[in-house]
């Protein structure tokens, strides 16, 4: 018996070439970078990429947001979602942009969930043993089985019409309902008004000037494919607490534990642009400080909280003294007029420093890079052309405290506490309140600044 052989062709394999396109990323002042990225790219990795490329340190707190001003809102585009898939739902008249920022607040609720869910807005649907806590709130979410519902009054705005009614709603993981009649959570009284899977969840800009809404305080619902307003559903808070809860669990929802493997692994990316090849952030950590002596023979932790603020005023004093003379660019003494011009405007390279911007632009880029506390910025004031202003984040809100200069022997000095701690310069100020809380109602963690791409 003869065998022969029996030549078998293969059909060729064919890569497969992913398409590149070209996309426009802005910044905060407007300058924008154009970026040749492949089709599957993530937000994540457009971020990574404008890191590496601009030698940003990266925090983990650069986030990518679609910014759609026909309708006057902007969402955040989480770490996972591909890029071109979001341009792919834009319309080709509208003038959408992507913004590269800064958003310190973008997984704050795994941090400290005891902000984000206030208790009078969250109830359970299966009977609970005890008190639940926030974390375990955090938990449900995140679990399949189990879910806390959100609830409370929001303004919404009537289908085709301009005016907006007060409804009581109920968040659950199948959808946003709303109840017909006033708070009952009765099956047959509930009728569905959203869900999320179809759908993303954006924070509104400019609600009461563009919408009529009655509050600042909006978010909606759009659909995923392109849609002008009239495909908007439309929600309006009492509060920034409120419409952060209600925000905040959408997004738990909707995205569960993809969320939180964003949280926990930031950077899992493309080849080239690890995080390991950028410098790690250096900053500094609250828990990481602790007030010391340094008085005797051996440096000793002062756990008195009492002796520790004692301290903190101390030095702040010291500092006052030690920089009453200042060295000239050449390495001499300048004199005392000199000195204080130079430091009167020393600050003015600082990245936290925003000359001339007003009290509701500040609101406006500290509420852009999140309402976490120790979100600063120092500006000129608008009522005292001679003073300036710390306008910085705690409590979900923006505070702002006046920075007055004081005469002293022909030096002038900034104090924030009526001249008990006094400054040579601002740089003095700030560094001093990013160790020690004093005046205020927190210390001073991540300034706000505008950068260009």
Known sequence: MSLSARRVTLPAITPIVLQKRVIKVYSEDETSRALDVPSDITARDVCQLLIVKNHYIDDHSWTLFEHLPHIGVERIIEEHELVIEVLSNWGMEEENKLYFRKNYAKYEFFK???YFFPEHMVSFATETNGEISPT???QMFLSSSTYPEIHGFLHAKEQGKKSWKKIYFLLRRSGLYFSTKGTSKEPRHLQFFSEFGNSDIYVSLAGKKKHGAPTN??????PNKAGGPRDLKMLCAEEEQSRTCWVTAIRLLKYGMQLYQN???PYQGRSGCSSQSVSPMRSISENSLVAMDFSGQ??????NPTEA?????EEGLAWRKKGCLRLGTHGSPTAPSQSSATNMAIHQSQPWFHHKISRDEAQRLISQQGLVDGVFLVRDSQSNPKTFVLSMSHGQKIKHFQIIPVEDDGEMFHTLDDGHTRFTDLIQLVEFYQLNKGVLPCKLKHYCARIAL
């Not at 051996?298 to 756990?303: A, F, P, Q, S, T």
């Not at 603020?309 to 005023?313: E, G, H, N, Q």
């Open 112 to 114: 400290n969930p005891m």
């Open 136 to 138: 375990q709130i955090l």
């Open 217 to 222: 305080y909006g978010f909606c619902f759009k």
């Open 263 to 265: 949280y926990m692994h």
């Open 298 to 303: 051996k440096g000793r932790v002062i756990e």
């Open 309 to 313: 603020l004692s301290v903190a005023v």
